[in-house]
Protein backbone atom coordinates (compact mmCIF):
# COMPACT_ATOMS: atom_id res chain seq x y z
CA UNK A 1 0.00 0.00 0.00
CA UNK A 2 1.32 3.43 -0.86
CA UNK A 3 0.24 6.56 1.42
CA UNK A 4 0.76 10.15 0.25
CA UNK A 5 0.56 13.32 2.94
CA UNK A 6 0.30 16.29 2.25
CA UNK A 7 0.93 19.38 4.53
CA UNK A 8 1.75 23.15 4.57
CA UNK A 9 -1.81 24.22 3.56
CA UNK A 10 -3.24 27.13 5.48
CA UNK A 11 -5.16 29.89 5.35
CA UNK A 12 -3.31 33.80 3.81
CA UNK A 13 -3.70 36.76 2.63
CA UNK A 14 -3.79 37.86 -0.89
CA UNK A 15 -0.14 38.20 -2.44
CA UNK A 16 1.12 35.79 0.35
CA UNK A 17 3.09 32.54 0.49
CA UNK A 18 2.77 28.86 0.83
CA UNK A 19 4.88 25.54 0.57
CA UNK A 20 3.67 22.70 0.21
CA UNK A 21 4.66 19.47 0.64
CA UNK A 22 3.98 15.81 -0.27
CA UNK A 23 5.62 12.74 1.04
CA UNK A 24 5.41 9.35 -0.53
CA UNK A 25 5.09 5.76 1.39
CA UNK A 26 5.21 2.15 1.16
CA UNK A 27 5.81 -0.29 -1.89
CA UNK A 28 6.22 2.18 -4.65
CA UNK A 29 7.69 0.39 -8.21
CA UNK A 30 9.55 3.28 -9.30
CA UNK A 31 8.20 6.96 -9.32
CA UNK A 32 7.40 8.28 -12.40
CA UNK A 33 5.31 11.92 -12.21
CA UNK A 34 4.60 13.41 -9.54
CA UNK A 35 2.32 16.91 -9.36
CA UNK A 36 -0.62 18.67 -7.55
CA UNK A 37 -4.03 19.08 -8.62
CA UNK A 38 -6.79 21.31 -7.01
CA UNK A 39 -10.39 21.30 -6.15
CA UNK A 40 -12.67 24.50 -5.73
CA UNK A 41 -16.36 23.97 -4.42
CA UNK A 42 -18.79 23.38 -6.85
CA UNK A 43 -15.72 22.84 -9.44
CA UNK A 44 -14.18 19.71 -11.34
CA UNK A 45 -10.25 18.78 -10.22
CA UNK A 46 -7.62 20.20 -12.12
CA UNK A 47 -4.09 20.18 -12.86
CA UNK A 48 -1.69 22.60 -11.19
CA UNK A 49 1.46 21.35 -11.62
CA UNK A 50 3.77 17.93 -12.71
CA UNK A 51 7.19 16.93 -13.12
CA UNK A 52 8.28 14.08 -14.30
CA UNK A 53 11.16 11.77 -13.23
CA UNK A 54 13.32 13.31 -16.40
CA UNK A 55 12.79 16.66 -14.43
CA UNK A 56 10.29 18.11 -17.04
CA UNK A 57 7.32 20.19 -15.87
CA UNK A 58 4.46 21.16 -16.59
CA UNK A 59 2.00 24.22 -14.94
CA UNK A 60 -1.54 25.36 -15.45
CA UNK A 61 -1.39 28.77 -16.86
CA UNK A 62 -2.95 30.68 -14.35
CA UNK A 63 0.08 29.96 -11.90
CA UNK A 64 2.36 30.55 -13.99
CA UNK A 65 5.12 32.69 -12.84
CA UNK A 66 3.79 32.05 -9.40
CA UNK A 67 3.97 28.83 -8.41
CA UNK A 68 7.10 25.61 -8.91
CA UNK A 69 7.30 22.76 -8.39
CA UNK A 70 10.27 20.84 -6.93
CA UNK A 71 11.09 17.13 -6.38
CA UNK A 72 13.52 15.40 -3.77
CA UNK A 73 13.68 12.21 -5.21
CA UNK A 74 15.69 10.57 -2.26
CA UNK A 75 12.87 11.17 -0.16
CA UNK A 76 10.20 10.52 -2.56
CA UNK A 77 8.09 14.23 -1.94
CA UNK A 78 7.07 16.63 -4.31
CA UNK A 79 7.09 20.30 -3.26
CA UNK A 80 4.42 23.67 -4.36
CA UNK A 81 5.85 26.64 -3.82
CA UNK A 82 3.08 28.99 -4.31
CA UNK A 83 3.70 32.64 -4.09
CA UNK A 84 1.92 35.69 -5.21
CA UNK A 85 -1.71 33.86 -3.83
CA UNK A 86 -4.49 35.22 -5.45
CA UNK A 87 -8.27 34.36 -3.58
CA UNK A 88 -8.79 32.41 -7.03
CA UNK A 89 -6.49 29.92 -5.71
CA UNK A 90 -8.35 28.91 -2.86
CA UNK A 91 -8.90 24.86 -3.23
CA UNK A 92 -8.05 21.60 -1.88
CA UNK A 93 -4.83 20.92 -3.30
CA UNK A 94 -4.20 16.82 -3.74
CA UNK A 95 -0.96 15.08 -4.64
CA UNK A 96 -0.89 12.78 -7.24
CA UNK A 97 1.99 9.92 -8.26
CA UNK A 98 2.18 7.67 -10.98
CA UNK A 99 4.76 5.21 -10.87
CA UNK A 100 6.24 2.96 -13.81
CA UNK A 101 3.64 0.28 -13.75
CA UNK A 102 0.81 2.96 -14.41
CA UNK A 103 -0.33 2.60 -10.88
CA UNK A 104 -1.53 6.00 -9.72
CA UNK A 105 -1.77 7.34 -6.12
CA UNK A 106 -3.53 10.57 -4.43
CA UNK A 107 -3.01 12.54 -1.03
CA UNK A 108 -5.80 13.48 1.11
CA UNK A 109 -5.90 16.35 0.34
CA UNK A 110 -4.73 19.87 2.12
CA UNK A 111 -6.72 23.22 2.25
CA UNK A 112 -5.76 26.04 1.05
CA UNK A 113 -7.51 29.62 1.47
CA UNK A 114 -6.39 32.73 0.14
CA UNK A 115 -8.41 35.72 2.19
CA UNK A 116 -8.28 39.14 3.75
Known amino acids: QVQLVESGGGLVPPGGSLRLSCAASGSIASINTMGWYRQAPGKPRVLVAT???????NYRDSVKGRFTISRDNAKNTVYLQMNSLKPEDTAVYYC??????????WGQGTQVTVSS
Open 96 to 105: NLWDFRSANY
Open 51 to 57: KTSGGNT
